[in-house]
């Protein structure tokens, strides 16, 4: 959508805020446009949005707070962008997220502990970040959670034994904590 090369211009586009107007919208794939600027705020309005996939653009900025409004949300998908700043705690309000996905961006700041009250959370990719801190150990309250990927960031200190051991989710089948301190 947003390829347009001149031999004197690059045409760039970003997501116009009047997409908030799509009041029913359940599912929007937005992915690998080449999308530059902010998230707009009025994402976070479209409160019947199950599916949201902004990857593979340009997008910087922070993730807006209002994202914890969408909770309907199952699938989140906002990595490969450039998006900035801290996971906003208000993730935590999208009890029915099943997949999200922050994977290549340049977030900073620690795991929020609000990410454990996403027990439907099958997926969770936080790969590739500046996260700093330690590995929250109530991560182990996500029973759902078959994937945990954490690898590339700044985390350090121990693994949570409630991770390793028998408190551990139960379907847990892929953990990567690869390049931390």
């Not at 290549?104 to 996260?131: F, M, R």
Request: glycine fraction near 10%.
């Amino acid at each position: 959508v947003c390829r347009g090369f001149s031999d004197e211009t690059i045409h760039t586009c970003s997501i116009p805020p009047s997409i908030g107007n799509l009041q029913h919208l359940q599912h929007m794939y937005l992915n690998g446009n080449d999308f530059r600027g902010n998230i707009p705020v009025s994402v976070c309005s479209l409160k019947h949005l199950k599916t949201l996939y902004l990857n593979a653009n340009q997008l910087e900025g922070s993730i807006p707070e209002g994202i914890g409004n969408l909770k309907n949300l199952e699938k989140l998908y906002l990595n490969n962008n450039l998006l900035t700043g801290r996971i906003p705690i208000s993730i935590g309000n999208l009890v029915n997220l099943q997949q999200l996905e922050l994977q290549n961006n340049e977030l900073v700041g620690e795991i929020p502990i609000e990410i454990s009250k996403l027990t439907q959370l099958v997926q969770l990719d936080l790969n590739e970040n500046e996260l700093e801190g330690t590995i929250p150990p109530e991560l182990s309250f996500l029973g759902s959670l078959h994937r945990l990927h954490l690898g590339g960031n700044m985390l350090q200190g121990e693994v949570p034994e409630r991770l390793l051991g028998p408190l551990a989710p139960p379907g847990l089948t892929w953990l990567d904590l690869s390049n931390n301190r």
